[in-house]
């Protein structure tokens, strides 16, 4: 008996095989000249195949020699590290101008496991308008000389509008386990007596895991 793992970019596309293991004679799997388990004894075998491809939406088993007339069942347990985040954000108000800073790190346990492509959103509260020509983006303490800023907007369920800012490319665009990206965004304020501010951001992009890229995310 022969068992291959394999992967597909979408159904119906080649299969990428990843040989899981063989019985090239009785009484035992293996895996090259690895042996498993007995071969009456299948059932408790645990083991990993890597490889398997970037951007994969299919993954199955082909079995092959089957000889003898039993059920035959197969498992396979995806495992993806999945980039973790702290963030802070905080409002203040000097000389009639709204500052809104924030910090987001990358907490990720594992190495090399974080964002590509991504773009940071600071949402604004209705009533604030961004000044681009007074911000600052930094990435592990440097300036995002590289990054690009433009200026867009959001719009609530309720028909509420908020100036958004959003930084992409530079350093920005791609983080891993320990960096840090920090902001400051000077404001307008629309209207007089407001004391209260509700801001908020957001990253988005296409998660990697040691460097392999699998899909997209939102923090």
């Known amino acids: 008996m022969g068992v291959n793992l394999y992967t597909q970019q979408q159904m119906g596309a080649a299969k990428s095989l ?9 009484g035992g799997f293996y895996r090259g000249s ?31 020699r089957v000889s003898w007339n039993t059920q035959l069942y197969i498992g396979a347990a995806v495992d993806i590290a999945f980039p973790e985040f702290e963030a ?3 409002t203040s108000i000097s000389d009639g101008q709204v500052i809104v ?5 990358n907490t990720s346990e594992q190495e090399n496991t974080g964002i590509y492509g991504g773009e940071l959103m600071v949402t604004l509260d209705p009533n604030l308008t961004p000044d681009l ?13 590289g990054a690009a800023v433009r200026q867009g907007t959001v719009t609530d369920a309720d028909g509420t509008v908020h100036n958004t800012v959003i930084f992409s490319g530079g350093g920005v665009s791609s983080w891993f ?26 990253f ?3 998660f990697k895991v040691r460097r392999s890229g699998y899909g997209a995310l939102d923090r």
């Open 204 to 206: 988005s992009g296409f």
């Open 133 to 145: 020509t007074n911000y600052s983006i930094a990435v592990n303490g440097n300036s995002a000389s």
């Open 34 to 64: 690895d042996y498993f388990a007995q071969g009456h004894d299948l059932c408790s075998v645990l083991y990993e195949v890597s490889g398997l491809d970037q951007g994969a939406s299919v993954f199955g088993v082909d079995i092959t």
């Open 177 to 202: 386990k320990g960096d840090k990206i920090e902001y400051t965004i000077y404001c307008r304020i629309s209207g007089s007596g407001m004391t209260r501010f509700d801001n908020r951001d957001q």
């Open 101 to 105: 800073k924030g910090t987001i790190t």
């Open 88 to 90: 802070r954000q905080t």
């Open 18 to 26: 990843r040989s899981a293991g063989d019985t090239p004679r009785e």
